[in-house]
């Protein structure tokens, strides 16, 4: 993009939460001149990620209230540009998807993922055989599909992160979870409301320093909660499930 081009109407959030690993590792291939605006919200960081942010002169929000979830909310509230990019700079995430996403809400599409299960993608997991995440990950997404996905394409990725959606679109979701299972509330509720959810092929790399925050059983047990949460929506009690 030439200085003379117009910046996306988007913001590129950065979720963080002591991610000075990954962010020394991506740092360079982040698209940043291309965006209206680029925030972080940082959950509490205390490894020297404010610092390296600041010194970069990046915009930075601290949530008062920890979660994921609510992290989505306070960058909402951060933005005023009409479309937004969520990204953790962990290491998993390719650069070079984020302005791929941008491109699908450009296109038509409501919501934007990134898919770790998608034809051509590849999921961190795959190096190994025993792949319990992925698995868990893609029977979550499977009975999001069947329960809630009235007419529109197979969602091969419903809870990764990585992800874009208009800022007007993200408020009228409406959505209340606190923790990670956010993305699972956004998948379900965009496909309650019939709106095209659209995927592109993601290669994830593997996590650079630190571990991760998603701990696999409570993160689970959250994700079966969003599920309960919504089943009284479902297509299953309205009579009207696919074969």
């Excluded at 965006?35 to 972080?40: Q, S, T, Y």
């Excluded at 979550?140 to 959606?165: H, M, P, Q, S």
């Excluded at 409301?193 to 996590?207: F, K, S, V, Y």
Aim: proline share 3%; hydrophobic share 40%.
């Amino acid at each position: 993009m030439s200085s003379t081009e117009e910046k996306r109407d988007c913001c590129l959030v950065l979720l963080v939460l002591n991610e000075i690993d990954g962010l020394r590792a991506c740092w360079d291939d982040l698209p940043l001149e291309h965006f209206r605006e680029v925030v972080a919200i940082d959950g509490g960081s205390t490894d020297g990620t404010v610092e390296f942010l600041t010194e970069r002169n990046i915009p930075i929000r601290t949530q008062n209230i920890p979660g994921r979830g609510v992290a989505f909310r306070v960058a909402a509230d951060a933005s005023a540009a009409e479309r937004m990019v969520f990204y953790s700079p962990d290491g998993n995430e390719d650069p070079a998807d984020i302005e791929r996403l941008d491109d699908l809400l450009l296109q038509g599409a409501k919501l934007a993922i990134a898919s770790r299960f998608a034809v051509g993608s590849v999921n961190e997991e795959d190096i190994h055989s025993f792949r319990p995440r992925a698995w868990v990950n893609q029977t979550l997404t499977r009975i999001a599909n069947v329960a809630f996905n009235d007419g529109g394409e197979f969602v091969t990725d419903t809870i990764n992160g990585f992800r874009a959606i208009r800022r007007k679109d993200l408020l009228s979701l409406d959505t209340s979870v606190k923790r990670f299972p956010i993305e699972y509330q956004m998948s379900i509720r965009c496909m309650q409301r019939g709106w095209r959810i659209a995927e592109l092929a993601t290669i994830e790399g593997q996590r650079a320093g630190g571990e991760s925050k998603a701990i696999s059983w409570p993160v689970g047990k959250d994700h079966l909660k969003v599920l309960f949460s919504e089943i009284h929506r479902s297509r299953w009690l309205k009579g009207n499930v696919r074969a």
